[in-house]
């Protein structure tokens, strides 16, 4: 069956610490990847997506996210985070026009 | 950039109430819409695939006679909850995905439902 992996359940950083949220996924065939993000009390915002061509993906906000094809990950960087960033953080993986399925998502906790 | 309106954003009312949301999509045509389910501190969990014009394909273990799914249009999907019990408190989000290869998926607001 479909599914997405995201390892990290809870990140605590300070800021200007590195960010990186690990996604993998497994999935037979070719693949669309997304990470979501949901601030506390707000709905999903789209970071990044990746359909084709350079594996990696630059994003709003300073995010990217590298697609390893022979690791099935998709993992989420930042090179250095704000309290802003706190945040909710889903990987999400679909095929073309259908659904997406989403990891069990990643608490992001930054401190100023 | 394409926008789609989710509306109630916030239902409470009693058991036994049907309650339905609407998805609507304001500046494309949506051939399949989405809806999902999340739960406090849960991911969201696909509920159904609806397509415009036909019936509302259904994950496992979602009752189609308790979530009622219309796609009468290219611009409007409605989830019914019928007879609405305090279980089925949840948050409710649509998506909606514009005909085209690699589109992405637009969501609405979600709509925060609390049964009493």
């Known amino acids: 069956a479909q599914s997405v992996s995201q390892h990290n359940h809870h990140v605590i950083l300070s800021e200007a610490a590195s960010l990186e949220l690990g996604c993998n996924y497994s999935y037979g065939g070719t693949v669309n990847l997304f990470w979501y993000v949901q601030y506390p009390g707000q709905h999903l915002q789209l970071l990044l997506k990746?359909?084709?061509?350079?594996?990696l993906v630059k994003g709003i906000k300073g995010f990217e996210a590298e697609f390893i094809k022979s690791k099935f990950s998709f993992n989420l960087r930042k090179p250095s985070v704000q309290w802003s960033d706190t945040a909710e953080y889903f990987c999400?993986?679909?095929?073309?026009?259908?659904?997406?399925?989403f990891g069990k998502g990643t608490t992001l906790s930054v401190s100023s | 950039g394409a926008v789609v309106s989710q509306h109630p954003s916030r239902v409470i009312c009693k058991s036994g109430t049907s309650v339905k949301i609407e998805c609507r999509s304001l500046d494309f045509q949506a051939t399949t819409m989405f809806w999902y389910r999340q739960f406090p501190k849960k991911s969201l969990m696909l509920m159904a695939t609806s397509n415009e014009g036909s019936k509302a394909t259904y994950e496992q273990g979602v009752e189609k006679d308790k979530f009622l799914i219309n796609h009468a249009s290219l611009t409007l999907s409605t989830l019914t909850v019928t007879s609405a019990h305090p279980e089925d408190s949840s948050f409710y989000i649509c998506?909606?995905?514009?005909?085209?290869?690699?589109?992405?998926?637009?969501f609405g607001d979600g709509t925060r439902l609390s049964i009493l």
């Open positions: 990746y359909f084709s061509g350079d594996p």
């Open positions: 998506s909606a995905l514009g005909a085209g290869r690699n589109q992405p998926q637009h």
């Open positions: 999400a993986v679909n095929q073309a026009g259908t659904a997406l399925i």
